[in-house]
């Protein structure tokens, strides 16, 4: 029963194939030694204009960010902590804090320096949590952080 569901999955996804040209798709973008398969006319990650390209933040993304220590080691939801490490690159190369037990939800925080955030703790569970730091350079994880009951 199903190889014949296959079969005919199979001979329709066959029929429906020619209908979409590759070639069209190929058009739109080009191969760039490095850097893989990019678009024509892409925009700027700040506008497309000229003189806004030049302003364009170089981001090294060779430098691996790394967390040293966060102080304290356990705090409250609406607390700040500070975050220190090494290779956080520049404020306009960060890209922000996350908290595992917080999911996807924007995480408050303000760049000191390249060795430095200050953090606020997200409002969730009590319980162990780990903290990541986003730089151009990858992801740093902390040890486990026990954020605290209100």
Known sequence: MVPLILSSLLVVI????PSF???AVAEEGVIVDGAGYTLH?????????????????ICDSSKKPTIVSVEPDEA????????????????DCFRGVT??????????YTYVNDTSIKATVPD??????????IASGGNARSKAFLIQAK
């Open 21 to 23: 040209s590759v070639h």
């Open 14 to 17: 066959s029929l429906l194939l």
């Open 99 to 108: 908290f595992s037990a917080a999911g996807p939800t924007t995480i408050d």
């Open 76 to 91: 409250k939801p609406g607390q700040t902590i500070m975050i220190t490490g090494e290779q956080f690159g520049t404020k």
């Open 124 to 133: 969730v569970r009590p319980g162990m949590s780990f903290i990541d730091v």
């Open 41 to 57: 006319d892409a925009e700027s990650i700040k506008g497309h204009d000229e003189q806004t390209v030049e302003k364009d933040p």
